[in-house]
């Protein structure tokens, strides 16, 4: 089995260290390079070609956004494909519809533990887009705005491709099918909270979270908790 060759792009020394040294306890990642700016960080993909660039958006002397308009039309050009994975604070309307305008592949918040990293990851280097569900809502607004500008690659993505279902399917998920507190669960996750936060928010265990995560998940007929958001904001279960 071949491993997913990963860069990363991060001007702040602690979040590229703890990226790169989480990164590297997975067997089937291999951390191929790293760099605090755009300038190395392009010249860096130029050279490597990984699999995924994890590029955060906010470089100090060029925005990520920008960087990955820059290596989209690299590759291109020198046809090899490196999958843009934007890792950013920033869950504004417009940075997240420009990066994916700029071609980039996946979007995560900066927060994301390390599991749902490890996930989008995975997802990104198999061709599909992975949108952090904390800012599902603004894509698949757009998505259903302007059907023909989703992000790259998420036609057939196992989340985005929710935005698409028949009226018959999305008929099918009815908000009396969850419970109270299943229903705030879910408006957390839409949200974009953790495990943890929920269970603050709604004073109870994590372990009595987890529970109710896969219960809505099994209702919801959804693989991960980014294609639950996205199912029920699509379907008006929560807004």
């Not at 760099?35 to 392009?42: I, Q, W």
């Not at 050279?47 to 994890?54: F, R, T, Y």
Request: hydrophobic fraction near 40%; proline fraction near 3%; charge should be negative.
């Amino acid at each position: 089995m071949s491993k997913i060759r990963i860069a990363l792009i991060e001007d702040h020394d602690l979040t590229r260290v703890g990226i790169r040294t989480a990164l590297l306890q997975k067997k089937e990642i291999e951390f191929v390079g790293e760099a605090a700016n755009a300038a190395e960080g392009l010249k860096m993909l130029k050279k490597l070609q990984p699999d995924i660039a994890i590029v955060d958006i906010g470089l100090p002397d060029e925005d990520g956004i920008e960087l990955t308009r820059q290596v989209k039309s690299i590759a291109e050009t020198e046809k090899f494909d490196t999958k843009v994975l934007i890792l950013t604070l920033q869950d504004n309307r417009e940075s997240v519809l420009a990066a994916f305008a700029a071609g980039a592949d996946s979007y995560c918040m900066k927060d994301i533990n390390f599991d749902n990293l490890l996930e989008a990851v995975r997802v990104t280097y198999h061709g599909y887009a992975w949108i952090d569900p904390a800012i599902a809502k603004i894509v698949l607004q757009q998505a259903q705005q302007n059907p023909n500008q989703l992000p790259s690659g998420s036609e057939d993505d196992k989340t985005l491709g929710d935005a698409q279902e028949s009226e018959e399917n999305q008929q099918s998920i009815q908000p009396y099918a969850l419970t109270e507190r299943e229903l705030e669960v879910l408006q957390l996750i839409v949200e974009g909270c953790s495990n943890a936060v929920i269970a603050e928010r709604l004073f109870i265990t994590i372990g009595t979270v987890k529970t109710h995560v896969r219960n809505i998940l099994n209702k919801l007929s959804a693989d991960d908790r980014t294609q639950a958001a996205v199912r029920a904001l699509r379907s008006g279960i929560v807004g």
